[in-house]
């Protein structure tokens, strides 16, 4: 049995959108709430915060390439470029953000 498949029923996720997810994200996913706010360090291209998007979730990230925020951006999500290691600190942590 797959990871995708071990996952599923997931709310707001039918089984043919199951195979653009990878199984991590789906995990994931599964265990934030609803209305939850979240900080995906290293997003990537916005896989998984696109996820989140479509079950309520606010999600935010913060990627080290260019071409992934671009990626992110053009899928109108919320990232900026940085450095986890360094920049993570100037992140606003307020509870409007968090």
Same mark, same amino acid.
């Given at each position: 049995?797959?990871?995708?498949?071990?996952?599923?029923?997931?709310?707001?996720?039918?089984?043919?959108?199951?195979?653009?997810? !990878? =199984?991590?994200? $789906?995990?994931?996913?599964?265990?934030?709430?609803?209305?939850? /706010?979240? +900080?995906? *360090?290293?997003? @990537? &291209?916005?896989?998984?915060?696109?996820?989140?998007?479509?079950?309520?979730?606010?999600? !935010? =990230?913060?990627? $080290?390439?260019?071409?992934?925020?671009?990626?992110?951006?053009? /899928?109108? +999500?919320? *990232?900026?470029? @940085? &450095?986890?290691?360094?920049?993570?600190?100037?992140?606003?942590?307020?509870?409007?953000?968090?």
């Amino acid at each position: 049995m797959t990871m995708q498949q071990q996952v599923l029923p997931l709310p707001g996720i039918g089984p043919r959108d199951i195979g653009h997810y !990878r =199984g991590d994200h $789906l995990l994931v996913a599964e265990m934030v709430e609803r209305g939850s /706010k979240v +900080l995906d *360090v290293g997003c @990537g &291209d916005g896989d998984l915060l696109q996820l989140l998007e479509t079950r309520g979730i606010d999600g !935010r =990230g913060i990627e $080290l390439s260019r071409e992934g925020v671009n990626r992110c951006v053009a /899928k109108g +999500l919320a *990232v900026v470029q @940085g &450095d986890a290691d360094t920049d993570l600190v100037n992140y606003p942590m307020t509870p409007s953000t968090m």
